[in-house]
């Protein structure tokens, strides 16, 4: 029956986990997937999500089905956390929003409303490069997908001005993919007055904002921060739409745990697309799973596990800044040749290294450091006990 069913490619950033468990060597390091790990290499599960299972389990929860979109308290509780308690959509009522399989199921069910029912294009665009996912998610939910210039691989920085370019020559009306922040794969994020500029080009176009935040809190270490952008369009008087996940923030990978949600123009509006949102997903997997939801929406509604959290995610990106600059250091004075001031420019939880796919290759070979053959790698995985070895194979490996 299968006989003509092709062997398809591994993951480009999942494939690269496998290749690394599949080595033996002691020495290896996985900087392939965004994962946080602490420093020893060992993945970390925040205290303020052991606090709000053990406050859960005390509550002796059942396992009944959540709604269709989700639980109540999580998706009112993420989309503050998103656009701001006092922001006119949520003071108004005018979020639809819904509770999805993580980041990339948020992203899914965003896909599949707009290729149903956004009525002035099928094309979304998205940044060159962007995480690679993307691609296949809003492919597979029926849109057309094209890219705008995003990243200069001269400055290391972005292209802001192939970026205005592009958002000028776009269709009206088409849909344009953004990063709120810590952009993946390559770490560049516009400036705030970069971000104003974007935002106003976006506006005049009647272009339409789907914002990607999978990283909130983890660029600056404060999510207020990192909601920047977000809110800026929102404040403006634009209707985003937008991807959340708690899989980086809040360290719950393996939970699935986000939001998707829409600005609409009103509470009746709003109504009539969460309805809409329900047959989406509905046929799609029926409702989300309760757990990571319930530990998300205890640490986001309880002061002090917030507070507690909020410190949280500032160590994490704080650890990942303070290895960017150990690794600086390294390649400096290791005489690695080229300019490597773009690692500690660089934000979130990836650097664009500049390595290219051979350099790669020879890492994996020689010296058993895993990362994607774009040359990103997961600052997270690197910490005390590898960043010198890490170093000094990748000095080697620049030196030819
Ligand atoms: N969007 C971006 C840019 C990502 O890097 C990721 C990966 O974490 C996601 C979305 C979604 O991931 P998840 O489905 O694990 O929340
Ligand atoms: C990554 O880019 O490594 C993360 O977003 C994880 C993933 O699912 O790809």
Redesign the pocket.
């Known amino acids: 029956t299968w006989s003509a069913v092709p062997a398809g490619p591994p993951d480009p950033i999942l494939g690269v986990t496998e290749a690394f468990k599949a080595d033996k060597d002691p020495r290896k390091i996985n900087l392939g997937v965004?994962a946080y790990r602490d420093d020893n290499g060992k993945p970390y599960v925040l205290g303020s999500v052991k606090k709000a299972e053990a406050f859960l389990e005390s509550t002796n929860p059942d396992k009944e089905y959540l709604p269709i979109t989700g639980l109540p308290e999580f998706t009112k509780a993420a989309a503050k956390l998103a656009y701001g308690a006092d922001s006119t959509p949520l003071t108004t009522n005018s979020v639809a929003v819904t509770q999805s399989?993580?980041?990339?199921?948020a992203?899914r069910i965003g896909g599949a409303f707009l290729s149903r029912f956004y009525p002035h294009s099928k094309t979304i665009y998205l940044p060159n490069p962007s995480?690679g996912?993307?691609t296949p998610i809003f492919r597979d939910s029926g849109l057309e997908v094209k890219t705008y210039r995003y990243f200069d691989k001269k400055t290391v920085g972005l292209d802001f001005a192939g970026l205005k370019e592009d958002l000028k020559s776009m269709p009206v009306g088409s849909i344009v993919l953004l990063?709120a922040c810590a952009h993946?794969p390559t770490g560049v994020d516009p400036t705030p007055e970069q971000w104003t500029e974007i935002s106003d080009l976006i506006q005049e176009k009647q272009l339409f904002p789907f914002f990607?935040m999978?990283?909130q809190g983890f660029a600056s270490g404060n999510t207020t921060r990192d909601a920047f952008a977000v809110r800026h369009f929102v404040s403006s008087g634009q209707q985003i739409a937008l991807?959340q996940?708690f899989?980086?923030n809040m360290g719950l990978?393996g939970e699935?745990v986000?939001a998707f949600s829409l600005v609409t123009a009103d509470p009746e509006e709003k109504a009539r697309v969460e309805s809409q949102l329900k047959i989406v997903v509905r046929p799609m997997y029926s409702n989300p799973p309760l757990h990571g939801a319930r530990i998300a929406s205890t640490i986001l509604t309880k002061e002090e596990l917030y507070k507690e959290w909020e410190g949280e995610v500032k160590l994490m990106a704080d650890r990942i800044i303070s290895m960017r600059d150990r690794l600086y250091d390294n390649l400096v004075s290791l005489g690695t040749p080229g300019e490597w001031g773009h690692i500690k420019s660089q934000i979130g939880m990836f650097s664009f290294t500049g390595l290219t796919q051979p350099q790669t290759k020879a890492l994996a070979e020689k010296a058993h450091i895993y990362l994607t053959a774009d040359g990103r790698i997961s600052m997270a995985g690197l910490n005390g006990n590898n960043i010198d070895y890490f170093s000094e194979s990748v000095s080697k490996v620049v030196k030819g």
């Open positions: 965004g399989i993580s980041g990339t199921g992203l995480w996912n993307h990063h993946n990607d999978a990283y991807s996940s899989a980086k990978y699935r986000g």
